[in-house]
């Protein structure tokens, strides 16, 4: 069993940074593929950066590529989402998701543990 909790959301400017962190609980963190998705009101749950076990692959939306990255360090158990040159349509609910697997993806059934959640505000 996984528990991922997220911290790190909050209001920012357009243009701004936020950065964003997944505290991960299980013995397993370190050998699986963990990945950032987010939800705006009214719109499905989308995709937005993976990262597989040993952080060698990292593919993310093409709306945060060049904006985003993401890390993490396995002996913190904690991954981390780095966002710069925040927009308003990055507005959103951010979830952090495990995977039981090593292989990253980009679809959510992929995955099989979800944090609660953190709210990422953009304003113009």
């Known amino acids: 069993q996984v528990q991922l909790v997220e911290s790190g959301g909050g209001l920012v400017q357009a243009g701004g940074s936020l950065s964003l962190s997944c505290a991960a609980s299980?013995?397993?963190?370190?050998?699986?593929?963990m990945g950032w998705f987010r939800q705006a009101p009214g719109k499905e749950r989308e995709f937005v950066a993976a990262?597989?076990?040993?952080?060698?692959?990292?593919p993310y939306a093409g709306s945060v590529k060049g904006r985003f990255t993401i890390s993490r360090d396995n002996a913190k158990n904690t991954v981390y989402l780095h966002m710069n040159s925040l927009k308003p349509e990055d507005t959103a609910v951010y979830y952090c998701?495990?995977?039981?697997?090593?292989?990253?993806?980009?679809?959510?059934?992929?995955?099989?543990?979800w944090g609660q959640g953190t709210q990422v505000t953009v304003s113009s």
């Open positions: 998701a495990a995977s039981r697997r090593a292989t990253i993806a980009i679809q959510s059934f992929w995955y099989d543990y």
């Open positions: 990262i597989s076990w040993n952080g060698d692959s990292t």
């Open positions: 299980g013995r397993t963190f370190s050998s699986v593929a």
